[in-house]
């Protein structure tokens, strides 16, 4: 997703309130505070909105989606799934899993407690229209 900087926006399309950008907020609200982590980095919830936008989404294209390197989509996958190790869990929001008859392609997906973040958060932006 490529975005335009404010001095490539036409001078036409000024900045208005917009109650959707109250709304992105408040789930990103629901987001953190279900972590419990109130520095939760922005790809990380760029990369959980996409996957429960989806049913299943290969973990190979979040690049383009955070914009970040894949190493990077390997890490945050890890900390919204199982965690990097023992001593580092990770949310348990999503879950990853080789792709049949695919197997170097890893398929990501929410859990249950994604699931239910997701839904969580469509509450939070039915609640603010």
């Given amino acids: 997703m490529k975005t335009k ?9 000024q900045y208005q309130h ?16 279900s972590t ?7 790809q990380q919830a ?3 909105l996409h996957v429960a936008a989806h049913d299943e989404v290969l973990q190979a294209g979040l690049d383009t989606i955070a ?14 799934g199982k965690g990097l190790s023992p ?23 929410l859990t249950e407690k994604g699931k239910a973040l997701a839904w969580d958060m469509q509450q939070a932006l039915r609640a603010q229209q």
């Fill in 87 to 109: 001593d580092k869990p990770g949310y348990g929001l999503l879950e990853s899993g080789e792709v049949p008859h695919y197997r170097r392609s890893k398929a990501v997906r």
């Fill in 36 to 42: 419990g982590n109130p520095k939760l980095h922005i």
């Fill in 67 to 80: 914009g970040i390197a894949q190493s990077s989509v390997s890490r945050n996958v890890a900390l919204l």
């Fill in 18 to 33: 917009s109650p959707a950008l109250a709304q992105v907020g408040e789930a990103l609200a629901v987001l953190t505070e």
């Fill in 46 to 48: 760029l990369i959980f």
């Fill in 5 to 13: 900087h404010a001095n490539e926006i036409p001078e036409a399309a």
